[in-house]
């Protein structure tokens, strides 16, 4: 029979993911209502970053019956590889469904949003055995989120948040965020809870499961894995030396029993995950996916110490808070989540120094969860202070009652900061139904697509060869592995030589180029196909591409777009 508890925190989650999912239903309800009936209505996430398309491409690979991934957006000759190999399984499960590779991304997020739940109901009902703190837990980590931010324009005074740009900071989207994201964090918090919160000897095959789990992580998200296995060598570290000092204190080695077991099967569990790691470390000195930490080089993503403090919220110090009280009063239950916070703070301060992932990245990995527990936890023992004043009942109670409603307060404030973000998205989704300015705009996701423009993408999907390369500026280029499979020159950072190729495309749309410079640039490029369109005769000004280049053969027009043929 299902509990009443039960209940209660599958409601609390279907809460959530209606209330994070709204936004996307509220599109769809836009699909048939656009302003500019040019347009044409495509469902997309993650409006901020043009990497939307880049996992698409790979969600039509797998669609197309792919069994891994290739770099659609930059024209040199590669094999394919397990680098994003998450999405072309997604496409292969959609496909199944017979979903299309928008709605197959969407089918990531409807299957890891309530996993990534279940795992902090599970993690909740763990920490804490009094149901009211239980619930009062998953609220606070489910809503924790950015401080109120104050600002002005030529509408008077709102409220905001801080670091909109990091949509995974914002305790509305986070919920249902970006699929493979949401994997790392639900397989990473799940190995967590196997290896180090669970008494059980771990058996073998048990081992093997978690070994095969942790490769899968590093290879869908390596913050998550890294993260995870920092904290495993420090849990490992800590109780080496508390055994090593009783071995010193009573001459005897009685690191033999137990614990040097636990240490076997968690350094075995570290050191057997780590070929993932070195997989994506090898593939990535190889052309096109060396791209892929040349411009993390070149672009790293530094965190902005204030004003993600400021965007992390209250939580952040409730957390901390929490940590360092568990720490005084020995409550050693807690370390995992506290390792998980020295582990992401220490892999983002190396990785400032050592080049091979954005530093940032590491604040995707769930840190919410653990800072919510923690400030859970902070809470729960003030509650238990207050409870034991010396004051008569009355005093006491209305103390305790007071305390409880200011609890409730902040668990308030914060589902107003995730209504702020509500409006903020929804309000960015109908100016984007409303808009008809630019026609084709950068970043590509600011805007629906010409219905023109799309014919003649879904004409490249139709008519030509996916490994033959399209030359477009960076909207179009951004477009068409998505949606045509076809492969680009450019379009997206993880194009090869991404700032060099950029200048050499708009100097060829300029007509900048003389003809032997335009068929050399074309055949070092391996270009078949180039697509014109607004970007592109923007650049080109009162000239046509055509008098320019004319060894150039037009193979499809339509108002919005020509494709001429090189070869």
Request: aromatic fraction near 18%; hydrophobic fraction near 45%; charged fraction near 15%.
């Amino acid at each position: 029979m299902v509990k009443y508890k039960e209940i209660i925190l599958i409601l609390i989650m279907l809460f959530f993911l209606s209330f994070s999912f709204y936004p996307t239903l509220f599109e769809l309800g836009k699909a048939k209502v656009l302003k500019d009936t040019r347009r044409e209505f495509i469902l997309e996430h993650n409006y901020y970053w043009p990497d939307y398309n880049l996992y698409l491409s790979k969600v039509r690979q797998g669609y197309e019956g792919h069994l891994t991934a290739v770099e659609r957006y930059t024209g040199e000759v590669h094999t394919g590889s397990l680098i994003q190999v998450f999405y072309v399984f997604l496409g292969h499960l959609g496909a199944m469904f017979h979903l299309d590779p928008n709605f197959s991304y969407l089918l990531g997020r409807i299957i890891f949003s309530p996993l990534l739940i279940l795992v902090i109901i599970f993690f909740v009902t763990f920490f804490f055995r009094s149901f009211i703190w239980q619930i009062l837990g998953l609220f606070i980590i489910l809503t924790s989120g950015s401080f109120p931010r104050i600002y002005t324009d030529s509408q008077g005074s709102h409220i905001g948040r801080f670091m909109e740009w990091w949509s995974n900071i914002d305790a509305l989207q986070r919920i249902t965020f970006i699929p493979h994201i949401l994997f790392g964090q639900v397989v990473s918090f799940y190995l967590l809870s196997r290896l180090t919160m669970n008494k059980k000897q771990i058996t073998n095959h048990q081992l093997l499961y978690y070994i095969l789990l942790g490769n899968a992580v590093g290879l869908v998200f390596p913050p998550s894995l890294i993260t995870l296995n920092g904290i495993i060598v420090i849990n490992m570290i800590l109780l080496m030396v508390k055994n090593t000092k009783s071995v010193c204190q009573q001459m005897r080695l009685k690191i033999l029993n137990f614990d040097l077991s636990f240490c076997t099967f968690h350094f075995t569990f570290c050191i057997l995950t780590l070929p993932s790691l070195i997989y994506l470390f090898i593939t990535t000195r190889y052309v096109p996916w060396s791209s892929l930490v040349e411009y993390h080089r070149s672009h790293p993503m530094i965190i902005p110490f204030w004003e993600y403090i400021s965007a992390t919220g209250p939580v952040f110090f409730l957390g901390l808070l929490g940590g360092i009280l568990s720490i005084f009063r020995r409550d050693r239950k807690y370390q995992p989540l506290i390792f998980w916070l020295i582990a992401t703070f220490a892999f983002a301060v190396l990785f400032t120094h050592v080049k091979e992932q954005s530093p940032l990245r590491f604040t995707q990995t769930g840190l919410f969860i653990p800072l919510g527990i923690l400030g859970t936890y902070f809470f729960r023992e003030i509650y238990e202070f207050l409870k034991g004043l010396a004051f008569n009942n009355q005093i006491k109670k209305f103390i305790v009652i007071c305390y409880l409603l200011s609890v409730i307060c902040y668990i308030g404030g914060s589902l107003y900061i995730m209504r702020v973000s509500l409006l903020w998205q929804t309000d960015f989704i109908t100016q984007r139904a409303n808009a008809s300015l630019p026609t084709v705009p950068y970043p590509p996701q600011t805007m629906y697509p010409l219905v023109e423009w799309m014919d003649a993408i879904r004409w490249l999907k139709d008519n030509t060869k996916r490994e033959e390369v399209v030359l477009a500026e960076i909207t179009a280029g951004n477009y068409i592995p998505a949606y045509s499979g076809n492969t680009v020159y450019f379009g997206q950072s993880n194009t090869v030589d991404y700032e060099k190729k950029q200048i050499l495309v708009d100097k060829f749309f300029k007509g900048e180029m003389t003809k032997k410079d335009a068929t050399d640039f074309l055949d070092q490029g391996r270009i078949t196909y180039i697509f014109v369109s607004f970007q592109e005769r923007e650049m080109l000004g009162d000239k046509k591409i055509e008098e320019i280049y004319p060894f150039l053969k037009q193979v499809y027009s339509n108002p919005s777009v020509s494709i001429l043929k090189y070869r």
